[in-house]
């Protein structure tokens, strides 16, 4: 059991709930995370204990998130990051790292010599910006050829032709009208999927006098305000 002790549980409950801002009075030093934003700190948390463990800490005296936060215990945590990239920073264990540093820093207020020796442990795993990953830049070479852009351009026309010319409507093409839709918006404004599916006439796109649309996201709706 990964949370023996549950006072350990205990207190990651009563952290998420103190990101979660339902305590309105409660002093956070960063806006109240959404509920997606906060299944991803859970996930994160237990990953992190989860380290430890399997670096050989008992969990049995992890008692709460100030013990699972000591410069010592981060040092013996991202080793087993380290080791699972193949020796090397990467980003999923600088993010793990960042929440770490977070708890250290808002939750348990650890002194600024501790927080300092935290910092030291994270840079070393994370990596260099450099610009784009090259995952994303294989994604994107494509698109380096001009008659590809054009045809990305056209797409959502092209569909819309397509569906107009079948004629009678059917759920398969209001499908592929939708999508037409979907990427036409996304050229222009390349918003979150999350955003992109809520999207309501009336409310999120607003029809001028002209018969243009204008796209409207209210800040609690975005997760960068």
Avoid: C
Wanted: aromatic letters at 4%; hydrophobic letters at 45%; zero cysteines.
């Amino acid at each position: 059991m990964l949370f023996r002790s549950p006072s350990l549980k205990a207190d990651i409950d009563a952290w998420l709930r103190h990101l979660s801002g339902v305590d309105p009075f409660a002093e956070l030093d960063v806006d109240p995370l959404r509920e997606t934003s906060l299944t991803t700190r859970e996930k994160q948390i237990h990953l992190w204990v989860s380290a430890l463990v399997l670096q050989g800490e008992d969990p049995a005296v992890l008692h709460g998130l100030a013990d699972v936060v000591t410069p010592e215990r981060m040092a013996k945590g991202l080793l087993f990051f380290w080791d699972r990239s193949g020796g090397k920073a990467s980003v999923h264990a600088a993010q793990i790292a960042g929440v770490v540093r977070s708890i250290a820093r808002h939750w348990v207020k650890l002194g600024q010599a501790e927080l300092d020796r935290l910092k030291a442990r994270a840079r070393r795993i994370t990596p260099r910006a450099t610009g784009m990953t090259t995952k994303n830049k294989n994604r994107l070479r494509p698109l380096y050829d001009p008659r590809t852009q054009q045809r990305l351009l056209t797409l959502p026309n092209r569909i819309r032709a397509e569906v107009t010319r079948v004629g009678a409507p059917t759920r398969g093409l209001a499908l592929q009208m939708q999508t037409a839709v979907a990427i036409s918006v996304l050229l222009v404004a390349p918003i979150r999927l999350g955003n992109l599916v809520r999207l309501t006439i009336g409310t999120h796109l607003l029809r001028g006098q002209d018969g243009g649309l204008t796209l409207v996201l209210a800040e609690d709706e975005v997760k960068n305000g």
